[in-house]
T-cell receptor, first 114, second 110 residues
Framework: DGGITQSPKYLFRKEGQNVTLSCEQN?????MYWYRQDPGQGLRLIYY???????QKGDIAEGYSVSREKKESFPLTVTSAQKNPTAFYLC?????????????FGQGTRLTVV | QKEVEQNSGPLSVPEGAIASLNCTYS??????FFWYRQYSGKSPELIMS??SNGDKEDGRFTAQLNKASQYVSLLIRDSQPSDSATYLC??????????WGAGTKLIIKP
């Protein structure tokens, strides 16, 4: 079955630690996105990538980093520079920008700082 | 002004009634419009997409688009408790970016 897989579902981070959230898709989509969602809030764009080896900052990129070495994979690293990383992280993908197709989401990763 | 605006709610509707959710957008060149449903702790799932003016119906759901007034709405007929969720409006603007509203929390009261 085609889809987007995020792992892990739950992640705990100690202060000062970097952690990496995984996102893999087998939908053959070019574009991939990372969003952050805080309780009762909408989706805020962290980073996005339209093609392999290229990505752009979203609205809240500070304290985060990404890579896009393969079309299928778009991992997000939450660095120690992100002071308030506790949130629900969602990865999404969709076909190239000029299509009308909707975004497809993974099941999300809930990150908690302990 | 936010690019995509929704009333955060909560919107409380009796079971069996019609729930009406609204979304306005600022980019007049926007092309595609999507409604997603998100249950607490889960990822958003697509409910409806609409691309041209008018109504689009799918079961109990109807999406309405009015490009002249720059709003898109979602009607849910015969509301059920299982419809209780947050509904997110997403708009693909003239730069092909997908812009999200903050969502409206809908509560269906039995």
């Amino acid at each position: 079955d085609g889809g987007i897989t995020q792992s892990p579902k739950y992640l705990f981070r100690k202060e000062g630690q970097n952690v990496t959230l995984s996102c893999e898709q087998n939908l053959n989509h070019d574009a991939m996105y990372w969003y952050r969602q805080d309780p009762g809030q909408g989706l805020r764009l962290i980073y996005y990538s339209q093609i392999v080896n290229d990505f752009q900052k979203g609205d809240i990129a500070e304290g985060y980093s990404v890579s896009r070495e393969k079309k299928e994979s778009f991992p997000l690293t939450v660095t120690s520079a992100q002071k308030n990383p506790t949130a629900f992280y969602l990865c999404a993908s969709r076909p190239p920008d000029k299509s009308n197709t909707e975004a497809f989401f993974g099941q999300g990763t809930r990150l908690t700082v302990v | 002004q936010k690019e995509v605006e929704q009333n955060s709610g909560p919107l409380s509707v009796p079971e069996g009634a019609i729930a009406s959710l609204n979304c306005t957008y600022s980019d007049r060149g926007s092309q595609s419009f999507f409604w997603y449903r998100q249950y607490s702790g889960k990822s958003p799932e697509l409910i409806m997409s609409i691309y041209s003016n008018g109504d689009k119906e799918d079961g109990r759901f109807t999406a309405q688009l009015n490009k002249a007034s720059q709003y898109v709405s979602l009607l849910i007929r015969d509301s059920q408790p299982s419809d209780s969720a947050t509904y997110l409006c997403a708009v693909k603007n003239s730069n092909y970016q997908l812009i999200w509203g903050a969502g409206t929390k809908l509560i269906i009261k039995p």
